[in-house]
T-cell receptor
């Protein structure tokens, strides 16, 4: 059974700092890994999706890496801003397209606060 | 192309009542997934449906919960005889081919 863990559970940093969020998963047989952002009381916004064959993806100040063999992913946020404050969720998708192949297994998230 | 729509956004029910949560997928998407987020917990998969078929319901509680995705109209997640433990945010996601999932804003269910 796939389990996803995110460390730290909460993080508070001053504005401008670079930071790293960590995600680990127990079963390396994944189809892809996705990072989401969730604002309080809101839905999920997809930030980056990394296919199992890829090592990293970049979008603006965000960079996500994937080391499938060790079951780890990191989300790097450069030059953090107060608007980055949110909960960041990591989710992995199992391989295959039938039955359980499309479900996402989520970590419990890292709550980020960027202080002005 | 409008995003995934869920309604109502907030739903209050008394214990023993029924809750019906609706999800309209993005245009052209025939795959729908439901997830539940209990207070202070991560999102947990409940059920995966394709038009008129349940593909995977392994995350759905065995009793009181059901889901459907009819040929016409939205997907419905139905909770009968709600209890306080059902209070949570329920998220729907859709995808065109069972791949990348696009999430709706969620329905926040409160059971009094």
């Amino acid at each position: 059974k796939q389990e996803v863990t995110q460390i730290p559970a909460a993080l508070s940093v001053p504005e401008g700092e670079n930071l790293v969020l960590n995600c680990s998963f127990t079963d390396s047989a994944i189809y892809n890994l996705q990072w989401f952002r969730q604002d309080p009381g809101k839905g999920l916004t997809s930030l980056l999706l990394i296919q199992s064959s890829q090592r990293e993806q970049t979008s603006g100040r965000l960079n996500a890496s994937l080391d499938k063999s060790s079951g780890r992913s990191t989300l790097y946020i450069a030059a953090s801003q107060p608007g980055d404050s949110a909960t960041y969720l990591c989710a992995v998708r199992a391989p295959g397209r039938e039955t359980s192949g499309s479900r996402l297994t989520f970590g419990e998230g890292t709550q980020l606060t960027v202080n002005p | 192309n409008a995003g995934v729509m869920q309604n109502p956004r907030h739903l209050v029910r008394r214990r023993g009542q029924e809750a019906r949560l609706r999800c309209s997928p993005m245009k052209g998407h025939s795959h729908v997934y439901w997830y539940r987020q209990l207070p202070e917990e991560g999102l947990k998969f409940m059920v995966y449906l394709q038009k008129e078929n349940i593909i995977d319901e392994s995350g759905m509680p065995k009793e009181r919960f059901s889901a459907e995705f009819p040929k016409e109209g939205p997907s419905i997640l139905r909770i009968q005889q709600v209890v306080r433990g059902d209070s949570a945010a329920y998220f729907c996601a859709s995808s065109p081919h069972g791949d990348t999932q696009y999430f709706g804003p969620g329905t926040r269910l409160t059971v009094l």
